[in-house]
């Protein structure tokens, strides 16, 4: 199974096609759009593995934007003990989930693909299904 170092929102992350993972926010990027990482630390496989020094030029990853959302709550509460003081906030950090779908090698080869994803169907469209062959 091939894998890929790459390096997005000032942190680096191992990924393999696929694979579903949260990273820091994407800036003016919506759900469903396609993405491309350049920065690309290492790639490799079980027999062999290239690496930057710092990045790969020519090697990209290729993911789709699934959400933009933000993490639970994170509660800060601070208290000074006899002194009748507190400080109670709250912190919500938000993240944009992606799907990585291919890594291409510097050469231009794909090192691995993702398989396709199906939707599944909708529970009302299996209803009328079954009714249409019931008659």
Do not use: C, W
């Amino acid at each position: 199974m091939s894998f890929a170092v790459i390096k997005t929102g000032g942190k680096q992350y191992k990924v393999k096609a696929g694979e579903i993972l949260k990273v820091e926010l994407l800036e003016n990027a919506k759900a469903g759009t396609k993405l491309e990482f350049k920065e690309i630390l290492a790639y490799g496989d079980n027999k062999s593995i290239e690496i930057g020094s710092p990045i790969l030029d020519g090697a990209k990853v290729e993911a789709d934007l699934i959400k933009n959302s933000k993490n639970k709550t994170v509660l800060i509460f601070k208290k000074r003990r006899r002194k009748n003081s507190r400080r109670k906030n709250g912190h919500r950090q938000k993240f944009s989930m992606i799907r990585i779908n291919k890594i291409i090698s510097k050469s231009g080869e794909v090192l691995s693909e993702a398989e396709k994803q199906i939707k599944p169907k909708k529970v009302k469209d299996k209803i009328t299904e079954e009714k249409n062959n019931i008659k």
